[in-house]
């Protein structure tokens, strides 16, 4: 029995609509380091942002994909920045082949069916989560792809009866969160100190300030606790598009000594460390990163049950709640923490589950590198890639 013979690297395209701050860019540039560091050529391409563009990436190719979305403005003018950044793309796979695309989200997708016509390259598009009004409309566009990629049991289930993807075109694969750095004790208590205040525990959400995140929702529930649970100090790390909306709206409650904006974060672990729990009131999700890292930090979490989070969170690490219920919010964070070894059961229960395969990049990496091998094989194997 001989060894089989080595697979050749691939040439990858990740697609994106908009390379900003956020879960899905960071799950984006995991995989693209990781591919590089197998061996593999990976080109990104969308619309530039903060985290990676034309000055972090020697070869990024600029397309306008944040304008076929809800940015572009009315259905005349994203059908013109669709054609135009299919029109872009479709020439420069002409000089420059690849062995697959994956789009990330449904823009980039439209954008890569118009662009890859008759070219015989295969096609993968992942749903990150949207509003349950939305998965209709992405079915449209994914049930045109070749493969469906989600990282949630419940986000393929709805793709599969509400969207109308091919259930033997889906495919759940998880998302790898890189291992968190290292927090002197010293340095995550004086900080704990200092969110604490003359308060008694520290509640934490790490998000973006928009729509999706329902810190609306958060302000709400703060301002119901203040009467409570008076002693309780939460605190929002993450900036947003909603930021200054959200910031008077809290104003507005009263909760200045209760609510605290801390803005970004490039040290998100030492924020959960630092806290009693972790809280999401999320309107939609797909499966959040901040879950897996508020575990890492061996913190308990209440989210609401937003498709994947039912997948996280069970009540060994923490509770579930029904989206934009204040009552079942209030309720659930006051009950870890009316229970302080109980609430230490879960911390460590959230610790040992962060240690899960389901989590770890290397594990989770190396399932979309046998994906994308059986996707793209009969070009890797083929004259077109010996050409």
């Known amino acids: 029995m001989t060894d089989a013979a080595p697979r050749p690297p691939l040439r990858i395209m990740q697609m994106g609509t908009q390379f900003g701050m956020g879960g899905i860019t960071r799950h984006v540039l995991g995989l693209r380091d990781w591919m590089r560091a197998a061996g593999h050529e990976v080109t990104l391409a969308g619309t530039a942002d903060v985290w990676a563009g034309p000055e972090s990436e020697p070869n990024f190719l600029p397309l306008p994909t944040r304008f076929v979305a809800g940015d572009g403005g009315g259905i005349a ?80 289930e709805d793709l599969a009866t509400v969207g109308g993807v091919p259930r033997d075109r889906l495919k759940v694969i998880g998302l790898g969160v890189s291992p968190p750095p290292e927090d002197s004790a010293e340095d995550v208590a004086a900080l704990r100190a200092e969110l604490l205040g003359d308060g008694e525990r520290v509640i934490v959400t790490l998000a973006r300030l928009m729509h999706q995140k329902g810190i609306d929702i958060l302000i709400d529930s703060v301002a119901r606790m203040r009467q409570t649970h008076p002693g309780y100090r939460f605190v929002v790390a993450g900036d947003g598009p909603d930021e200054e909306r959200l910031k008077a709206m809290a104003r507005e409650r009263g909760l200045g000594a209760h609510l605290n904006f801390v803005g970004r974060t490039g040290r998100p672990h030492r924020y959960l460390r630092a806290a009693d729990l972790f809280l999401l009131t999320s309107r939609w999700e797909a499966l959040p990163f901040t879950i897996a890292e508020a575990f890492q930090a061996g913190t308990p979490a209440v989210a609401t049950a937003c498709s994947g989070v039912v997948e996280l969170i069970d009540e060994s690490v923490g509770a579930v709640v029904p989206i934009g219920d204040i009552d079942a919010i209030c309720a659930a964070v006051a009950d870890v923490l009316g229970d302080e070894p109980r609430r230490q059961r879960m911390a460590e229960a959230a610790l040992v589950r962060s240690r899960e395969d389901r989590f770890d990049p290397d594990w989770v990496h190396r399932q979309f590198e046998k994906t994308y091998f059986e996707l793209a094989r009969p070009a890797v194997g083929g004259a077109e890639r010996a050409s």
């Open 77 to 156: 003018a994203r059908l013109g920045h669709t054609a135009r950044a299919a029109l872009i793309l479709r020439r420069w796979l002409a000089a420059h082949p690849v062995d697959l695309i994956h789009c990330h989200e449904s823009a980039p997708a439209l954008v890569a069916q118009l662009a890859r016509a008759g070219r015989g390259i295969p096609l993968a598009v992942t749903y990150h989560g949207s509003e349950p009004e939305r998965i209709a409309a992405f079915g449209r566009i994914a049930r045109r792809c070749d493969l469906v990629i989600t990282p949630s049991h419940r986000s393929a």
